[in-house]
């Protein structure tokens, strides 16, 4: 297998890829140990597929342009897009309820986009972003809790293109199932999609700081962070 985009992370300084955790995840710094040495175990499994600079100009179907094709060092550049507040989650300072809606995570990923780009995104949206979610209550008044559901967008490509702009989208969400309470997924435009489940909330968010470092990646690499290919 080539690596695509998740090769080029295992430069982390060359490609200043500490800046780009940061951003990614808020609280997060360099120096914050747990990170770092969960980053360092995704760049151990990821390092013998092979060299970054093969992986660089590894070429995939363009999401834009059919028949065309996009390289990992064109998608290094893009942004990623997730609740603004995931890193306030991170740190234990707000419920996972809390997050940002998926709606406003969508539109920031469309803003990004050129205008010729954004009608083709807004098509997806009910897809992609789902309803937007209502806190209901029962008829005496106490909540009834809704399945956490939240919104990512990376760079990428699954074994079909990706949305417009090329780029994944995922979700960290509940499943409702008391052996694996949370999971998290990852598509492409079409039915390609990822999973890994996880225990508990914890082990699903130090899941998806990996997700969003190692961004831009083919879906299949994930397989080298424990997900499964479904």
Known sequence: MKLFGLSEKLLPLARGAQKHQALLVGHLTATDRPFTERFAGAQHLLAHHADPVTASHQAYADADHKDGHVTARSLAKLPSFHAK?????????I??????PNAGIFDRYVA??????RARAEARRLVVAGKPVHHRKHHDATAVHDLVHSLFLVPGAGPHPGLPGNYLYGSLYETGHAATPWAINVHDSDDGAAVFEASDLPAALAKLEEVLASAPFTMSELVALEFRMV
């Open 85 to 93: 507040n995931l890193g306030e989650l991170m740190a234990g300072k």
């Open 95 to 100: 419920t996972s309820e809390e997050l940002e």
């Open 112 to 117: 990004s986009l050129t205008a010729d780009r």
